[in-house]
């Protein structure tokens, strides 16, 4: 049973461009949540999405960031207009469903932007 | 706002010994969990254990145990038996169970744990 997966694991972006993240969840998991990882700091909650829904987006930033999960395909993070704060690591996590069940954690990736 | 605090930027133990790692959070909430997480120079993140707060009992995995302290609002990782493989970072994380889909977790900022051969 393969885990969560992330493309691309590393993804460099000069300023202005956009950058596109995709989480593909464990099987038979509908649940997906992101954080991101800057330097030397934990990990921080940006959005909870279940399919085609847009659950909790409290720790998403208002502007350039959006966030999708559709009924088909993975689940994409976008980041328009990407600027050198930008440059963090990017976590999926996901769930068979919210609330006490566990979170599994994707390998990240890490977008540089230049 | 829920926050989670590890006052120990780096901890470092000889291989064999006993290690605890501190961590203490802030919560209104009386139902919530509470996650130990490891992080290796992967970056992958790996559970290591998790607690519930309605427990009394201390979680343990196998060289691994909380010590979970509700009133005082604080949840200790020891590990027995420090192995090599246990060098990365760790980090304490909270997330409440309100079922209003707050599902999010809170991390604290991590203890870099060295293991000295």
């Known amino acids: 049973n393969a885990g969560v997966m992330q493309n691309p694991r590393h993804l460099v972006r000069r300023r202005g461009q956009e950058a596109r993240l995709r989480c593909s969840p464990m099987k038979g998991h509908s649940h997906v949540y992101w954080y991101r990882q800057l330097p030397e700091e934990g990990l921080k909650f940006m959005v909870y999405l279940q399919k085609e829904n847009i659950i909790d987006e409290s720790g998403m930033p208002k502007e350039r960031f959006s966030a999708e999960f559709p009924k088909e395909g993975p689940s994409i993070l976008r980041i328009q207009q990407v600027v050198r704060g930008d440059s963090a690591a990017y976590f999926c996590?996901?769930?068979?469903?919210?609330?006490?069940?566990?979170?599994?954690f994707g390998p990240g990736t890490r977008l540089t932007v230049t | 706002a829920q926050t989670v605090t590890q006052s120990q930027p780096e901890m470092s133990v000889q291989e064999a010994e006993t290690v605890t790692l501190s961590c203490t959070y802030d919560?209104?909430?009386?139902?919530?969990?509470l996650f130990w997480y490891k992080q290796p120079p992967s970056r992958q993140m790996i559970l290591v254990i998790r607690?519930?707060?309605?427990?009394?009992q201390n979680a343990t995995e196998n060289r691994f145990s909380v010590n979970f302290q509700k009133a005082a609002k604080s949840f200790s990782l020891k590990i027995s038996d420090s192995q090599l493989g246990d060098a990365a970072m760790y980090f304490c994380a909270y997330r409440e169970n309100t079922g209003g889909g707050a599902d999010g977790l809170t991390f604290g900022k991590g203890t870099h744990l060295i293991i000295q051969p």
């Open positions: 919560t209104s909430e009386s139902d919530y969990y």
């Open positions: 607690q519930e707060a309605y427990k009394q």
């Open positions: 996590a996901s769930s068979f469903r919210g609330g006490t069940y566990e979170q599994y």
